[in-house]
């Protein structure tokens, strides 16, 4: 079992930048994040696997994922956020990041129009 721990939520203004971290507490084959807004199903980011990354249509552009081995922490950058980037962030770690075998609890982003 792979415990995910995630950080960096919080208020942010449309426009601005904000950036998630995710440690994990062992290695898994691929990492990621997902989203879910209010009322709506929980949707996949970004993932990141070796040096491959891919993300979703709405943040592709404006966000990055990148990883630290050495750390077993997985980040996220996005920018030029919107308000309907307001979501519950997740963090995901399996054999994909698309359809992950673990989850972190999650962390709140807000963006303020």
């Known amino acids: 079992q792979v415990q995910l721990v995630e950080t960096g939520g919080g208020l942010v203004q449309a426009g601005g930048s904000l950036r998630l971290s995710c440690a994990a507490s062992g290695r898994t084959y691929a990492m990621g994040w997902h989203r879910q807004a209010p009322g709506k199903e929980r949707e996949f980011v970004a993932g990141?696997?070796?040096?491959?990354?891919n993300y979703a249509d709405s943040v592709k552009g404006r966000s990055i994922i990148s990883k630290d081995n050495a750390k077993n922490t997985v980040y996220l950058s996005m920018n030029s956020l919107k308000p309907e980037d307001t979501a519950v962030y997740y963090c995901?770690?399996?054999?994909?990041?698309?359809?992950?075998?673990?989850w972190g609890q999650g962390t709140q982003v807000t963006v303020s129009s």
């Open positions: 990141i696997s070796g040096d491959t990354t």
């Open positions: 995901a770690g399996g054999l994909s990041a698309i359809s992950p075998e673990y």
